[in-house]
């Protein structure tokens, strides 16, 4: 049998890290082994030992990194900000396959080029601002991308607990989910690299088998993915 692909999975230095249990239990059933990277640890890991990446969820972007202003508003973490873009240009420089995760799909976004909406609470009209990890909204799919076949129908269930998101595409983004108010609730890259950002939390949805599914198609992309390491 294969070995388990490692998977970096970052996030902030929280306790209980709640967040990256969730994400770490998805990737094991998916096949993969999860391996926390945060502000405090990352300088302790090689980069090129990890096979795939995830850009996790939690606190706002930085938008002086987008070309906004910082109105005082956000709660903003700039040491995760700077490590999570490094890990994001590692990505991007060595084809490594990449999920972003609600801040983290917003922030492959912001870092291939793109903006975000700072707020949009005040921009829904058909969809609630209430925050709730259960699957009560849903993304509809756009195009054939990689979500397309994870699922027989044309939308998702999906939860949510984010107030920005993405404005302007990145360079080499498509949209690959709206919302019914059309907000970007996932996007992908449009080239063969496995680049995907959603707006949810798949991690806290395992119970939903397309859910799963996201997270075995990045541990099965990652199988074939080999560490420049390997070959020093």
């Not at 680049?195 to 991690?203: C, F, K, S, Y």
């Amino acid at each position: 049998m294969a070995s388990r692909p490692c998977v970096a999975v970052t996030g902030p230095d929280a306790r209980p890290p709640v967040a990256y249990w969730a994400t770490a239990f998805s990737v094991w059933l998916a096949g993969g082994v999860a391996v926390r990277l945060m502000p405090a640890n990352y300088r302790q890991h090689k980069k090129e030992t990890f096979q795939a990446v995830i850009i996790g969820g939690g606190s706002d972007i930085d938008p002086g990194l987008y070309g906004a202003d910082d109105k005082g508003i956000a709660s903003i973490d700039p040491q995760r900000d700077a490590f999570e873009v490094e890990m994001i240009e590692h990505a991007l420089n060595s084809h490594l396959p990449i999920l972003g995760i609600c801040r983290g799909a917003q922030l492959i976004n912001v870092v291939m080029g793109g903006s975000l909406y700072a707020d949009i609470r005040g921009m829904r009209i058909l969809t609630s601002n209430r925050r709730t990890l259960l699957p009560r909204k849903r993304a509809w799919l756009v195009g054939q991308g990689r979500l397309r076949p994870l699922r027989k129908k044309c939308y998702w269930r999906i939860n949510s607990l984010h107030h920005q998101a993405v404005y302007e595409l990145g360079t080499s983004l498509k949209i690959a989910a709206r919302d019914e108010d059309q907000f970007v609730q996932a996007v992908e890259s449009t080239d063969s690299r496995f680049i995907l950002g959603v707006q949810w939390h798949p991690e806290y949805l395992p119970y939903l088998g397309y859910q799963r599914r996201l997270f075995r198609l990045l541990v099965d992309t990652a199988h074939h993915y080999r560490p420049k390491v390997l070959y020093q």
